[in-house]
């Protein structure tokens, strides 16, 4: 079996050899690399959806001419007064029908005889729409790593709100973090032609928000009084790359939407011509160029005082997507990769050792089957080092241990064989009774016990996570080895042994 041989190789060398290119994968207390442990601000998907139900409610109030006041999102719920306090418990049902997007409700409404209602969102659906937001959130982090280069990492949920991410061969987390802890969350709005108010209030309908990298008159950010609007979502972006404007020399990103986006951004730039078009990302203006003319072809531009490397991350930001719930790293480790050297070394000095001390108590207690016994644990070892290069398996130091404990159960079988077999020829058994019926006898034994251990790893890959899935694969792979060396492999040597020499009498 060729598989394990590449791990023992360069990439060059096996670079010209196509069904070699399988190899074993270090993991990260092995390689070195960066620990990353991410929150999910939970609580502000449940705000951007109260917030985002506030136009149905305000919509379907006037529909209904029904007089209200104080209608605003307050203390984790759609708050309203209505002018007459006789129709709150009919309005109240009314817009919590009206909000549901299912068959189950997913708004419960209280209300007051003085007219005040209250609309939050059930444990249910806050529930649901949270295991959305992490799963999402998995997927572009997810998506994010792979546009990055690293190879093999692992990106797992943690609890009810966290997510573990594992970086193998990263050793300067600095721009990894910078592109996963953003939002992302591109939209592009129009300017409204309102000054910025004195007194930093935003007037109805309109958001403050500062300019990135350009600053105002007093050496602040500038800001820029943008229409809460979205005229087009960032999430009808279908490609972004970075590059370099011709004219001006500067580092840009360019993009290109979908058919929705590219129908809904020619509606606008033909309607909004000579007006100023802001470009938002994570509520911070990157640009607000004036549009000059319609924009039909759906590809855009974004410049912003760009270099190379924020014009890249960017571009990666975007095709990636943007992630529905702010996540903030919580907790941070980086492995150096001496200490992953010597973990190398440790758990290759523990195989080995273990390897030539199981060895040479096989030989020393069984003789000839004994060696024969040796040469299966060889090709066991072999065996599993070719499954976890065919499956490009990532290697922890559980595996390691896997490995090592691998080695001591895989002559388990063999020591329950011998026995048997050195039971019959006491009883007198000729060498081919007593090779069949110890092999017979002692079949049901190791199945059973193998099988047990097979169960118990099974439920360790079902419940555990990282390193725990590696330890559980890697014994998981030492059994079914283990049993075919045992079994087939040995009883084919003992069997052509037998037939060759044909001996009166079995020395065991």
Request: glycine residues 10%.
């Amino acid at each position: 079996m060729p598989y394990p041989l590449p791990n023992a190789l360069s990439p060059a060398q096996i670079a010209g050899w196509p069904l070699l290119q399988r190899t074993i994968h270090l993991g990260l207390d092995l390689k070195g690399g960066t620990y990353l442990l991410m929150e999910a601000d939970l609580k502000s998907v449940e705000r951007e959806r109260l917030e985002g139900s506030l136009d149905a409610v305000r919509s379907k109030l006037r529909e209904r001419n029904i007089g209200y006041t104080n209608l605003e999102v307050r203390d984790e719920a759609i708050r309203l007064q209505l002018r007459e306090p006789s129709q709150a418990a009919e309005i109240g049902r009314t817009l919590r029908e009206a909000l549901s997007e299912g068959p189950t409700a997913d708004y419960a409404a209280t209300t007051t005889p003085e007219g005040a209602i209250a609309l939050a969102l059930t444990e249910v659906s806050v529930r649901a729409r949270a295991t959305q937001a992490i799963e999402q959130s998995i997927e572009i982090v997810r998506r994010r790593v792979d546009q990055t280069g690293v190879t093999e990492p692992i990106i797992a949920r943690q609890g009810t709100d966290r997510i573990l991410v594992q970086l193998p061969g990263i050793q300067d987390p600095d721009r990894v973090k910078e592109i996963l802890g953003k939002t992302a969350k591109m939209t592009f709005r129009l300017v409204s032609p309102e000054p910025v108010p004195i007194t930093g209030r935003a007037l109805p309908g309109t958001d403050i928000l500062p300019a990135k990298n350009e600053p105002g008159p007093d050496g602040k950010p500038r800001a820029y009084l943008i229409r809460k609007r979205i005229e087009v979502d960032g999430g009808d972006l279908t490609n972004a790359t970075a590059g370099m404007n011709q004219q001006t020399g500067e580092w840009v990103v360019n993009f290109t939407f979908n058919s929705q986006g590219t129908r809904r951004f020619a509606q606008v730039s033909e309607a909004n011509v000579g007006k100023p078009f802001a470009i938002v990302l994570d509520n911070e203006v990157i640009s607000a160029p004036v549009i000059r003319e319609p924009i039909t072809g759906g590809r855009g531009q974004i410049s912003g005082r760009f270099t190379a490397a924020s014009a890249t991350d960017l571009s990666v930001l975007l095709r990636a997507g943007a992630l529905p719930v702010p996540l903030k790293i919580i907790e941070e480790r980086t492995v150096g990769p001496d200490l992953g050297a010597d973990s190398i070394r440790a758990g290759i000095y523990s195989c080995v050792i273990g390897l030539l001390l199981v060895m040479g108590f096989m030989v020393a207690a069984y003789g000839l089957f004994g060696t024969f016994a040796a040469f299966a644990v060889l090709l066991n070892l072999a065996l599993l080092l070719g499954a976890l290069s065919l499956l490009q398996a990532t290697l922890t130091l559980p595996g390691i241990v896997g490995i090592l404990l691998t080695i001591g159960m895989s002559v388990d079988a063999n020591v329950l064989i011998n026995e048997r077999i050195r039971e019959e020829t006491k009883k007198g058994r000729l060498p081919l009774g007593a090779m069949q019926t110890g092999f017979s006898r002692a079949f049901g034994t190791i199945l059973d016990a193998n099988l047990t251990t097979l169960i118990k790893m099974m439920i360790l890959f079902i419940l555990g996570s990282g390193p725990v899935k590696g330890f559980a694969v890697t014994i998981s792979l030492g059994i079914m080895t283990s049993l075919f060396t045992a079994v087939v492999f040995v009883r084919m040597v003992m069997a052509l042994w037998l037939r060759r020499t044909r001996p009166k009498a079995l020395a065991v």
